[in-house]
């Protein structure tokens, strides 16, 4: 396999919106984030329990994930081994980390302190997909396509990995965004080169579409 | 390929401030863990390797946060050791960090500056400027992994010929956040951690900084080569380890053949060994699945108690210095084998001379990393 990386689908949550490869499939507007997450959550009929028992940021990138890879994903092509999970975002878990320390105002709750670190959203993903491949989570300002894009190409020109989802998944307060990729080195009908410019382009999709 | 050295290296602890300090201390059996009275951090007093509190290396002031103060000595002291130019175009830094600068929560009203100030983004910025830095520092949150993914990340980021030398800093300090989360999963020893022993009670956390900076220059003759490393997830559980140690034994044969090498080689297995029932039997599964049932190993978190983000890069300098000096330190701590946890644990001082050693690491979110650092 020397087909070069290529993004073989996308999916953002941003704005009240579900975007898959570039294309709206669905908004729901004037909700707040939670509300919203559980919308999407049964407008696509996920059933996974586990779904109600995750921080905010899990929800989020869980969900994104779930719409990434439905029907755009065949988990029989890989190896656990060979799959794995490279995402970003600027405030590591903060939203949840507020909410933990208020509980311990009273009694320190375990549940939610084990969800005050940014790659237990990566465990998730991990646990629903089986992906045991190589996983790290960066912390960056914003979005930076370009060490993104040559860190998971390194990770799959390398064989270390033959499929991976990068992307961006940040949430704090009411403020969120998810973006992400599944990258494969093939070519599928509608793949786009894994390129740093075809990244940033599904990631301010938003934006350019406003004008 | 490029061969990748580690030519400069330092940890902060409350045992010494310099690579050299921290080891002769381990040689004379020093513990950095105490019973602590802090009501600022626990009602009820607790064991940890805390500094104190008036040391001057975690004193937050107008410009940095302790985190940033712990990062800006062991990165300073570091690089004075390599003589390389900070600001160099070739050179980076990367952070490594579970929760930076989360005490600030714990002090101030929740505002927006106050999110700015917590975000390690700051930090990284902040430490750019202190060193002249060319490049933004690249920052790796990933559990307890995060110092081991951090060095693993540095000797990607030099193969592929980005860069030429890169500075890997990691650093946690303890706060009320932090202990009240882990007293909350009831996983704090009543007394100074047991990794590996058959009577231990959970693990006793610690605060620390460490630095090592990789190069493909070699330094020195006695700088310590870095073989191979990989990183794999459980896919079980987010807080609990696999059950069955597969995938941090996967990782770990993974890193001894990417080294060209067997299990036959290996001297010396430095594990994660955090003392908390389910850590060390997955570990020792997975070690013996990896064919090094009968290799000394240790865990240094009798020593240090477990410094988080700091941890991988703590106990990789240790090791590297145990393979330099040719003694492999006994884990403090541990006095009774466990029959579901089985192995080689180093007991007692071992001299003998040393060449390979796998480093481990497990954490929340079932990630799993291993590295394997050669003398040459």
């Known amino acids: 396999m020397n087909t070069a990386p290529h993004i073989t689908a996308s999916c953002s949550i941003s704005e009240n919106t579900v975007r898959k490869n570039g294309q709206v499939l669905y908004s729901l507007a004037g909700k707040e984030p939670m509300d919203l997450f559980v919308g999407i959550y049964q407008h696509y009929a996920l059933e996974y329990p586990r779904f109600y028992k995750m921080d905010s940021l899990a929800k989020l990138g869980w969900l994104t994930s779930e719409i990434l890879l439905k029907e755009s994903f065949d988990a029989n092509a890989y190896e656990p081994e060979q799959t794995g999970l490279i995402l970003c975002n600027a405030n590591a878990s903060l939203d949840t980390d507020i909410k933990y320390l208020a509980t311990t105002n009273e009694i320190a709750s375990p549940s939610v302190f084990v969800y005050t670190l940014p790659n237990i959203m990566t465990g998730e993903i991990s646990i629903r997909n089986r992906f045991k491949g190589e996983n790290a989570f960066f912390i960056s300002e914003s979005f930076d396509a370009a060490f993104l894009q040559q860190y998971v190409s390194g990770l799959l020109n390398q064989d270390i990995l033959q499929a991976c989802i990068c992307g961006w998944v940040e949430l704090l307060d009411k403020e969120y965004k998810a973006v992400l990729f599944l990258v494969e080195k093939k070519e599928t009908p509608g793949a786009v080169l894994f390129s740093a410019e075809n990244m940033n382009e599904l990631f301010y999709q938003k934006e350019a579409s406003n004008g | ?376």
């Open chain 2, 1 to 376: 390929m490029s061969e990748i050295y580690i030519v400069a290296d330092n940890i902060v602890s409350p045992i010494g401030v310099t690579t050299g300090e921290n080891f002769s201390q381990l040689t004379h059996q020093v513990s950095a863990i105490k019973l602590q009275n802090n009501t600022t951090l626990s009602p009820e007093s607790f064991y940890a390797a805390l500094f104190n509190s008036d040391s001057p290396y975690r004193k937050e002031d107008e410009t940095y946060t302790a985190f940033e103060q712990l990062l800006i000595a062991s990165i300073s002291e570091a690089l004075q050791n390599s003589g390389l130019p900070a600001g160099d175009k070739r050179t980076i830094l990367i952070i490594s960090s579970t929760k930076g600068n989360i005490n600030l929560l714990e002090n101030h009203s929740l505002h927006k500056p106050t999110h700015e100030r917590i975000a390690l983004p700051t930090s990284a910025k902040l430490i750019k400027q202190h060193f002249g830095l060319y490049h933004q520092p690249l920052i790796i949150s990933n559990a307890c992994i995060s110092g081991l993914l951090a060095i693993l990340t540095a000797k990607r980021l030099i193969a592929s010929g980005q860069y030429d030398h890169v500075l890997v800093a990691g650093a946690d300090i303890i706060s009320k956040f932090v202990l009240s989360g882990f007293q909350s999963f009831q996983a704090i020893s009543p007394e100074p951690c047991k990794p590996f022993d058959k009577e231990r009670q959970g693990i006793t956390l610690g605060e620390g900084a460490a630095t090592v900076i990789l190069s493909r220059e070699r330094k020195n003759t006695d700088n310590i080569k870095i073989m191979a490393g990989a990183v794999s997830n459980d896919a079980n559980h987010i807080s609990a380890p696999s059950r069955t140690g597969n995938e941090l034994a996967y990782i770990i044969k993974k890193a001894i053949k990417d080294s060209g090498l067997t299990a036959n080689d290996i001297n010396l297995v430095s594990a994660h060994g955090t003392a908390t029932l389910y850590n060390d039997e997955m570990e020792a599964k997975a070690i013996n699945e990896a064919g090094l049932g009968s290799v000394p190993t240790n865990s240094l978190k009798g020593y240090y108690g477990h410094t988080l983000g700091a941890a991988g890069l703590i106990e990789t300098i240790i090791s590297v210095r145990s393979l330099q000096e040719g003694i492999i330190l006994p884990t403090k701590g541990f006095e009774k084998s466990d029959p579901s946890a089985q192995l080689t644990v180093a007991d007692n001082f071992i001299r003998e001379p040393l060449q390979n050693c796998i480093k481990t690491a497990s954490g929340f979110g079932g990630c799993n990393a291993a590295m394997l650092f050669s003398k040459q």
